[in-house]
């Protein structure tokens, strides 16, 4: 097994600020930057956090991400907003996206962004969490290069286009952070990456067969739709949907560019605060969520989680013992 150490919220951001200026970052973007993927990884998300952070800066080497580039307005309408991401930063443009849509929701009660040529987020959860701590909902999504086959196809046509859901609740959030693959190429990787397999069929090896070897899966990119006909009717949509309400680039478009970036995202948030029932919210959540925890177990489940327990759980194991990362992908970041 690949040695593990651990290491402290503060000293990985603090690494990760040093590489981000090295690389051309201005002082806030590094912070920033820096800040996103030190909380990914903290949360327990290492496959868009540390583990990620390397080959964020290749593309950074490779000009695909222009460290210091601004989002530009391109069109308005209402709540309805269209912003050009200028090969910025994904996780910063996807921040001031998910800002804005709060501000537009704020004034019109939900707002829409949706931004163009911009590039891969991270971590969708990220968003999700902000907007909800901050008493928002948030439906955000991206589309990417073509890396999943749809559903009874050998090659790929889809991205596996992720989306996350997010709700307050008491003084922490509900958030569903889902590609359509059953598995995100992120998971794939830890999963390989720590030597195991993985806990259901997710996608198919060499042979054509359903396999749960990461490193099958990862080598023929035949990833299987989450819900086998309905992840790939929904990643079709999610990736028509950014694409012309951002006015950007589409799956196919995006892969003919030969690496991903240039990427297609949405970000929609509602002020619930200002629906007529506001003051039940709270309450109605609630009662939904202790109904759903008062499921009965399968003999093979330990407990029902609703989606971020997991989350709250690795933080706060992470804050107290420090952030577990392989000791090769430490080195390498040490070495940027």
């Given at each position: 097994?690949?040695?593990?150490?651990?290491?402290?919220?503060?000293?990985?951001?603090?690494?990760?600020?040093?590489?981000?200026?090295?690389?051309?970052?201005?002082?806030?973007?590094?912070?920033?930057?820096?800040?996103?993927f030190?909380?990914?990884?903290?949360?327990?998300?290492?496959?868009?956090?540390?583990?990620?952070?390397?080959?964020?800066?290749?593309?950074?080497?490779?000009?695909?991400?222009k460290?210091?580039?601004?989002?530009?307005?391109?069109?308005?309408?209402?709540?309805?907003?269209?912003w050009d991401?200028?090969?910025?930063?994904g996780?910063l443009?996807?921040?001031?996206?998910?800002?804005?849509?709060?501000?537009?929701?704020?004034?019109?009660?939900?707002?829409?962004?949706?931004?163009?040529?911009?590039?891969?987020?991270?971590?969708?959860?990220?968003?999700?969490?902000?907007?909800?701590?901050?008493?928002?909902?948030?439906?955000?999504?991206?589309?990417?290069?073509a890396?999943?086959?749809?559903?009874?196809?050998?090659?790929?046509?889809?991205?596996?286009?992720?989306i996350?859901?997010?709700?307050?609740?008491?003084?922490?959030?509900?958030?569903l952070?889902?590609?359509?693959?059953?598995?995100?190429?992120?998971?794939?990787?830890?999963?390989?990456?720590?030597g195991?397999?993985?806990?259901?069929?997710?996608?198919?090896?060499?042979?054509?067969?359903?396999?749960?070897?990461?490193?099958?899966?990862?080598?023929?990119?035949?990833?299987?739709?989450?819900?086998?006909?309905?992840?790939?009717?929904?990643?079709?949509?999610?990736?028509?949907?950014?694409?012309?309400?951002?006015g950007?680039l589409?799956?196919?478009?995006?892969?003919?560019?030969?690496?991903?970036?240039?990427?297609?995202?949405?970000f929609?948030a509602?002020?619930i605060?200002?629906?007529?029932?506001?003051h039940?919210?709270?309450?109605?959540?609630?009662?939904?969520?202790?109904?759903?925890?008062?499921?009965?177990?399968?003999?093979?489940?330990?407990?029902?989680?609703?989606?971020?327990?997991?989350?709250l759980?690795?933080r706060?194991?992470?804050?107290?013992?420090?952030?577990?990362?392989?000791?090769?992908?430490?080195?390498?970041?040490?070495?940027?």
């Open positions: 097994m690949p040695e593990v150490i651990r290491i402290s919220l503060d000293q990985m951001e603090q690494e990760f600020h040093r590489v981000l200026i090295k690389f051309g970052f201005d002082v806030g973007k590094a912070e920033q930057c820096a800040h996103i030190a909380v990914n990884s903290l949360d327990g998300v290492y496959s868009h956090g540390v583990n990620r952070f390397a080959r964020f800066i290749q593309s950074v080497k490779d000009g695909h991400i460290p210091n580039a601004e989002p530009e307005k391109k069109h308005s309408s209402g709540a309805l907003e269209q991401g200028g090969f910025g930063p996780p443009n996807a921040t001031f996206c998910t800002e804005r849509a709060i501000e537009l929701s704020a004034e019109y009660g939900i707002g829409c962004v949706a931004i163009g040529r911009t590039n891969h987020w991270m971590r969708a959860g990220y968003y999700g969490w902000k907007a909800a701590k901050a008493g928002f909902v948030l439906i955000a999504w991206t589309n990417t290069n890396n999943m086959p749809a559903w009874g196809a050998l090659d790929c046509h889809l991205g596996n286009n992720p996350v859901l997010a709700a307050p609740y008491k003084s922490e959030a509900i958030v952070d889902a590609a359509m693959s059953q598995f995100a190429y992120g998971t794939l990787e830890v999963y390989r990456l720590s195991r397999e993985l806990p259901l069929a997710g996608g198919y090896d060499a042979r054509g067969n359903l396999t749960t070897d990461p490193s099958a899966i990862l080598e023929t990119e035949r990833v299987l739709p989450m819900g086998y006909w309905k992840g790939s009717g929904m990643a079709l949509l999610l990736d028509i949907l950014a694409t012309i309400l951002s950007g589409s799956t196919k478009q995006i892969t003919d560019r030969g690496s991903e970036h240039g990427l297609s995202q949405v929609i509602a002020d605060s200002s629906l007529g029932n506001h039940v919210i709270p309450k109605t959540i609630n009662d939904i969520i202790d109904d759903y925890r008062s499921s009965r177990p399968a003999p093979e489940a330990t407990e029902i989680q609703y989606p971020g327990e997991r989350v759980r690795a706060k194991e992470n804050s107290e013992a420090g952030i577990p990362v392989n000791q090769s992908v430490w080195e390498e970041i040490l070495s940027l």
